[in-house]
């Protein structure tokens, strides 16, 4: 069963940055192409940034484009997101799954919270 494990997440103040990691076991992550969502208390989920299978292009939602980076390392079967001048409308729980028909079980995710 694929499980996706999220971490990097914590407390930052309006400015300040985070990479969040996520790796994925039972599951070739390098032959798909895969995706952040974040998760607001009371909102749904949302797509943050993707990447392709390559990492060759990425994408990324108009609310953080220029400040968040999706790289990967196929290698170690790793997607990371570089997060940089964060503000506290990025505070959510962020997770990682394949960017086309995510599968159903998500993670646990990883807390990322902005504030002063």
């Known amino acids: 069963q694929v499980q996706f494990v999220e971490s990097g997440g914590g407390l930052v103040q309006p400015g300040g940055s985070l990479k969040l990691s996520c790796t994925a076991s039972?599951?070739?992550?390098?032959?798909?192409?895969m995706a952040w969502y974040r998760q607001a208390q009371g909102k749904e989920r949302e797509l943050v940034a993707s990447?392709?299978?390559?990492?060759?292009?990425?994408d990324y939602a108009a609310t953080v484009k220029g400040r968040f980076t999706i790289s990967r390392d196929n290698a170690k079967n790793t997607v990371y997101l570089q997060m940089n001048s964060l503000k506290p409308e990025d505070t959510a729980v962020y997770y990682c799954?394949?960017?086309?028909?995510?599968?159903?079980?998500w993670g646990q995710g990883t807390q990322v919270t902005v504030s002063p």
């Open positions: 799954n394949r960017r086309w028909a995510p599968y159903e079980n």
């Open positions: 039972e599951f070739a992550s390098s032959n798909y192409p």
């Open positions: 990447t392709t299978s390559s990492g060759g292009r990425t």
